[in-house]
């Protein structure tokens, strides 16, 4: 058994908002699904950090929802900026679970232990977010993925962080995030969100101890990372 990770998904199976539009992008969902059935296999788990489905509803979404399904492996699912998709708990639980989708699972002010892991984090927010409102997003983010790594270190196994938005690039850092991380002695960290022209702002590599790694979908040539 072993762990993936890969993001941004941006699947619009059930709706028009095709990706191929964008360099990089061409049969983007073929060779994704091609891809993952060559490296996951059905015992092993794969995270999803955010921008999974172009769907403005859960019933919107759930083409692309059987997509994954019908994928080997389990699947953790995070927030994206783009997953409008995203309600309450309770109504994300029972969708899911009304439509048989068992190999989907949504982590939320939660963890999940898979692999000898604990798999948390949320979606993130912007490094210079400075209007009251982005403020008050970034620190109720703050407020989940502290809830969150709590919920993972209760599990007796080692926390893995996993968020949409990058909490460190190359030129920024979005501090209160970064913080969290360095405070908790989280290890690894992998996000998401970069896309084409921004993806070498990434930073890939080891921060204060910290390593740090972008999984977005282009960026790994939709190929699920193996992590562990």
């Given at each position: 058994m072993a762990l993936f990770v890969i993001g941004d998904l941006h699947l619009s199976l059930g709706t028009d908002k095709p990706?191929?539009?964008?360099?990089?992008?061409?049969?983007y969902q073929q060779r994704l699904?091609?891809?993952?059935?060559?490296?996951v296999g059905t015992e092993d788990t794969v995270v999803i950090p955010g921008d999974v489905s172009w769907a403005m509803s859960l019933?919107?979404?759930?083409?692309?929802f059987r997509f994954l399904h019908g994928l080997p492996g389990k699947k953790l699912i995070l927030?994206?900026?783009?997953?409008?998709?995203?309600?309450?708990?309770?109504?994300?639980?029972?969708?899911l679970s009304e439509n048989g989708l068992h190999t989907l699972?949504?982590?939320?002010n939660d963890a999940v232990a898979a692999e000898g892991v604990a798999v948390c984090g949320t979606r993130g927010w912007f490094?210079?977010?400075e209007e009251d409102a982005d403020r008050k997003v970034l620190l109720r983010e703050v407020g989940r993925l502290k809830t969150s790594i709590a919920a993972a270190k209760a599990t007796g196994l080692e926390p893995i962080v996993f968020l949409h938005y990058p909490p460190v690039t190359r030129e920024a850092v979005c501090e209160e995030l970064f913080a969290v991380?360095?405070?908790e002695g989280i290890k690894r960290c992998y996000y998401g969100h970069l896309h084409g022209p921004s993806i070498p702002?990434?930073?890939?590599?080891?921060?204060?101890g910290i390593r740090f790694q972008l999984v977005s979908g282009d960026a790994l040539g939709f190929r699920p990372l193996k992590i562990l």
């Open positions: 990706m191929d539009i964008f360099r990089g992008w061409q049969d699904e091609q891809q993952w059935r060559e490296t019933e919107g979404a759930l083409t692309d927030k994206g900026n783009h997953d409008y998709w995203w309600c309450t708990r309770r109504k994300m639980d029972t969708f699972r949504i982590v939320h490094y210079d977010a991380l360095r405070e702002r990434a930073f890939c590599g080891e921060r204060e």
